[in-house]
C-alpha cells in the first residue's frame, strides 16, 4: 500500500507541484522513510521525526490533510488548469484530459488517507511503546469536491473554478503590488467595504456602475478620481475588491515609478479571464515622465489592442496631473516651439484621457457630520447624536479639518476611549 501511494504520487503528470509545498514534501518524506529497511533502530527515528515534521507542517498552516489537498488542487498552476480558461472542455486535447483525470483519481486516493490512518503507519513500523499523536482537523464541507465521492464526477466544477478564480497567484491573491517587475500578493489587503464609505454616493454609484460593467465584459472606462485629501477616493477604490472579488475581480497597485511597467503589466493580463483594476494612487507627473507615456499609451491606446478586461483607476488630488509652471507658457523667443500652446494644452488636457472624472469636493460640516453619524451608527456607539456631534467638530478643529479620513479617525479614537474607559 504505501510503496504502491509513493509511486502513484511520483507519476503525476499535471498536479506535480502540489507537493512541492512544504506540507506535501513532508508527506514525501515520511512516505521515504516508511519504506526503509535497513538500520532498524535509526530508521524507526527517521520515521518518527519525517512523521512529526509532517504534522508540524500543517500545524503551522493550521490546516487540515483533506483541505490542503484541495487547496493545492485548486490553486494549481498547469497547462490543463491555463488553458481550460481560454477554451471549452471539449475543446482540449483529448491526452490532457485523460492526465488531468488520471491525476485527479492519484490525488483522491492521497486525499483518503486519513490522519489516523497515517499514524497507525508509523505505530506499525516503529513498534514505539507510546501513543503518536494525530493532526485531524475536521475539513471543510464548503467545496464540490468534498461532495463527491469520484471526482472525475467534479471535473466540470474544477472547470469552472479555474474559470472563476484563476490559478497560482491569481487564484491565492485578492490583491497584488507590481514590483521589480512581478506581482506580489497582499496576504492581508485593506479591508474597507463599500458600506462602510459615506457620502460622494454619486461618485460611488458611479465607479461601482462602471465596474460591474467590466465584470459584465461592457465597455468599461478608465477612471481619475480627483479632489481634496482624505474624501475617501483610494477607500472607494479599495472597497471595490471586497465587494466583486467572488465575481472574479483583482486589484493590482502599481506606483508611479513602476508606470513605465504599464504596458508589460497589461499584457500579462490580457489573456486571463478574470477582471483587473489597475491602481494608481496619488497620481501626478514631472516635466518628461516616462510614466507619463507610459500611462498616456494604456489610457489612449495604441496599435495593440485594447485589452478589455484592464481598466486604470488612479486618485489624484491635482485636477491637471501634470504639473505646469510659468516658465512652461510660450513667449516670443527663437529657441521657443512654433506650437508651445499644442504642448501646453496636451499637459493640461491629460486627465481628460480617463472617460470617467469623479470629483471629490471637499467636506462641508453638514456632510463631515453626516460621515460621523453614519460611522457612529456603524460602531454602535452608545453615546447621545449632539454629544458625538459636538466631540467631532471640536475634533475637526484641533486635527485635519473636515474630511471622510477625520471623521474615520474621530470615530476610531472614541472608540477607543470608550473601550478603556469601561474596561
Request: glycine share 6%.
Amino acid at each position: 500500500m504505501l510503496e504502491s501511494l509513493y509511486y502513484q504520487i511520483s507519476s503525476l503528470t499535471l498536479y506535480q507541484s502540489v507537493f512541492n509545498h512544504e506540507v506535501g514534501k513532508a508527506f514525501l518524506r515520511l512516505l521515504q522513510t516508511l519504506q526503509q529497511n535497513n538500520e532498524p533502530v535509526s530508521t524507526k527515528a527517521l520515521v518518527l521525526k519525517a512523521y512529526g515534521q509532517w504534522v508540524k507542517t500543517l500545524a503551522s498552516h493550521n490546516i487540515s490533510w483533506q483541505d490542503f489537498i484541495i487547496e493545492q488542487i485548486l490553486g494549481n498552476d498547469n497547462p490543463f488548469s491555463r488553458q481550460v480558461q481560454k477554451q471549452s472542455l471539449q475543446d482540449l486535447p483529448l491526452s490532457l484530459i485523460e492526465a488531468v483525470k488520471y491525476d485527479l483519481t492519484v490525488l483522491k486516493t492521497v486525499y483518503n488517507c486519513q490522519p489516523e490512518q497515517i499514524k497507525q503507519w508509523v505505530q506499525a513500523f516503529t513498534h514505539v511503546d507510546f501513543e503518536l499523536i494525530t493532526w485531524d482537523l475536521n475539513p471543510s464541507d464548503q467545496n464540490f469536491f468534498n461532495q463527491s465521492e469520484n471526482w472525475l464526477n467534479s471535473l466540470e466544477d474544477l472547470v469552472q473554478y479555474y474559470r472563476k478564480q484563476g490559478t497560482g497567484i491569481i487564484a491565492q491573491y485578492k490583491a497584488f503590488r507590481w514590483q521589480t517587475g512581478k506581482l506580489i500578493g497582499i496576504a492581508h489587503p485593506d479591508p474597507i467595504k463599500l458600506h462602510e464609505i459615506i457620502g460622494y454616493e454619486f461618485q460611488k454609484e458611479s465607479l461601482v456602475k462602471n465596474t460591474e460593467f467590466l465584470l459584465a465584459e461592457y465597455p468599461a472606462l478608465h477612471v481619475l478620481l480627483y479632489g481634496s485629501r482624505g474624501s475617501g477616493k483610494s477607500s472607494l477604490v479599495k472597497a471595490l475588491l471586497h465587494q466583486y472579488y467572488n465575481q472574479g475581480l483583482r486589484l493590482i497597485e502599481v506606483g508611479k515609478s513602476d508606470l513605465k511597467d504599464l504596458g508589460m503589466i497589461v499584457e500579462k493580463l490580457r489573456d486571463l479571464p478574470q477582471k483587473f483594476i489597475i491602481f494608481v494612487d496619488d497620481l501626478s507627473f514631472e516635466e518628461d515622465d516616462e510614466a507619463f507615456k507610459a500611462l498616456k499609451v494604456v489610457l489612449e491606446g495604441s496599435l495593440t489592442a485594447k485589452a478589455s478586461n484592464v481598466v486604470v483607476y488612479a486618485t489624484s488630488n491635482r485636477r491637471h496631473l501634470i504639473r505646469e509652471f510659468f516658465g512652461d507658457r510660450p513667449r516670443p523667443s527663437d529657441g521657443d516651439e512654433i506650437h508651445s500652446w499644442d504642448t501646453v494644452q496636451e499637459k493640461l488636457s491629460f486627465s481628460d484621457r480617463f472617460g470617467l472624472t469623479l470629483t471629490f469636493e471637499p467636506a462641508n460640516q453638514e456632510t463631515y457630520l453626516e460621515i460621523v453619524r453614519g460611522l457612529a451608527q456603524q460602531a454602535d456607539l452608545s453615546l447621545e447624536g449632539e454629544e458625538i456631534e459636538y466631540l467631532a467638530k471640536q475634533w475637526a478643529t484641533r486635527h485635519n479639518g473636515r474630511s471622510g479620513r477625520t471623521a474615520r479617525q474621530f470615530i476610531d479614537y472614541l472608540q477607543g476611549e470608550l473601550a478603556f474607559k469601561n474596561r
